[in-house]
């Protein structure tokens, strides 16, 4: 694991790097895919950028919060740059949220739109397991296999490689549409599937789980949440055109 | 989609988490988070040793410099002034200075120059750096009261707030 690149003075954390790199190229495709869809690409670059931005805002603001009294005294570490200080789950909601009020003033479709963004969010989750694989975070369980990696001061599942392989799997189908017809949000709604499933089956190989309440991994049961509501998703919009009108 | 759901929700029940590693004691050492802080013992700066292990019980700060180190000048003067908060609650912070790539003159010159007054430990034949694996500087480790990493800061300089963050954190647990 090599989790970053020392330039002079500089560390360059290349997890960071790879994730960067991922965005950048997430926000090409989209734009790509967007074109594809007869969309303003413009309007729906600016739209995963506002729910970037506001997202890592959130993240601080919330973490801040959580830590009232440290930022008080010391207001100007809500600008320090330490990725460490920020509260994940509270900014990807921000974002989310941020960036669906900015689609709703600007009058985008929601499924063209969320198909849109099903490739680059296929990309993305590529480049998430490849800083995995840099950092030897989401490492696995120790294991004794013979592909077993030695990490961490013990032999344990190569997750990380794991996750890389078949998220590259699904950005192969997200890529291609082989099941979904173009623009009726069931290509985002696959791969969000998709991306469930692959979780709920690797999570059990991982080493660094939360664990709940009965033994159960955090992520498997949230998971399973999300599946269902995109598979019902899925029943609906495939039985009703994007204006909500009954298909054929 | 009933079909997909019942896998799940069965495969989710057999990988629950096995109750023989829940009780299988502590993680392993290793320098990053969730891991036993890997143990040592070094000399002080002006003389006597410490043992990590044997701060045990008590919330631990290890942050590893050197006088070169232009982060770690930026981010010293912000940890003494967390270690003056938080001292007399139980918090050891352990200034380790890389002395294998720095030299012990210096390191003491510029503990004086910040007016340090938490332990400076020597890591002369860079042993702790190398069990830490060490690849930038300054480096923190966050140490829980059951000697857990709790948080690792690569690189610098940290701001004030956020080592008071992480040490509120490691306050926060039950002793």
């Not at chain 1, 509270?90 to 849109?116: H, M, N, Q, S, T």
Request: aromatic share 10%; with cysteine; glycine share 10%.
């Amino acid at each position: 694991m090599y989790p970053y690149l020392r330039l002079g003075p500089f560390l360059l954390q290349l997890p960071l790097l790879v994730l960067l790199v991922g965005v950048w190229i997430s926000i090409s495709l989209t734009e790509k895919e967007a074109l594809r869809l007869k969309l303003p690409a413009s309007t729906v670059s600016n739209l995963v950028f506002i729910g970037l931005i506001t997202g890592v805002l959130g993240a601080r603001l919330a973490y801040a919060a959580h830590h009232l009294n440290a930022y008080l005294e010391n207001p100007l570490g809500l600008f320090s740059l330490n990725a460490n200080s920020l509260a994940g789950l509270e900014g990807l909601l921000v974002g989310i949220v941020i960036a669906g009020f900015y689609g709703w003033r600007k009058k985008l479709p929601l499924r063209p739109v969320l198909d849109a963004l099903a490739p680059g969010l296929a990309a993305f989750l590529v480049a998430l397991g490849v800083s995995h694989i840099l950092s030897g975070n989401a490492y696995g369980s120790p294991a004794d296999l013979p592909w077993a990696i030695n990490l961490w001061n013990e032999y344990r599942h190569p997750t990380q490689v794991y996750e890389t392989v078949i998220a590259a799997g699904i950005f192969y189908l997200a890529y291609q549409k082989p099941f979904g017809t173009l623009g009726d949000g069931n290509n985002f709604l696959m791969v969000v599937a998709l991306s469930c499933m692959a979780r709920i089956f690797l999570e059990a190989f991982r080493g660094d789980s939360l664990i709940w309440p009965g033994s159960f991994r955090a992520a498997q049961v949230i998971s399973i949440i999300i599946l269902a509501i995109s598979l019902y998703g899925r029943s609906i919009w495939a039985r009703t055109n994007s204006n909500g009108t009954e298909k054929g | 989609m009933v079909a997909v759901l019942s896998l799940a929700i069965g495969w989710t029940f057999l990988s629950r988490f096995p109750e023989t590693a829940m009780n299988a004691g502590d993680p392993p050492a290793s320098p990053r988070q969730g891991f036993k802080a890997p143990d040592f013992t070094l000399e002080l700066l002006g003389g006597g040793e410490v043992t990590l292990s044997q701060l045990q019980g008590q919330p631990v700060v290890l942050n590893l410099w050197a006088s070169w180190c232009l982060p770690c000048r930026a981010e010293m003067p912000a940890i003494e002034r967390v270690y003056q908060s938080y001292k007399d609650r139980g918090l050891v912070i352990l200034g380790v200075n890389t002395t294998v790539q720095d030299n012990e003159a210096k390191a003491a010159f510029f503990v004086q120059e910040y007016g340090l007054t938490f332990p400076i430990p020597l890591d002369r034949d860079g042993s702790v750096s190398a069990r830490y694996a060490l690849g930038g500087l300054p480096t923190t480790f966050f140490i829980d009261r059951e000697g857990i990493i709790r948080s690792v800061i690569l690189g610098g300089p940290m701001s004030e707030a956020v080592i008071r963050s992480k040490v509120e954190d490691l306050m926060d647990e039950a002793p």
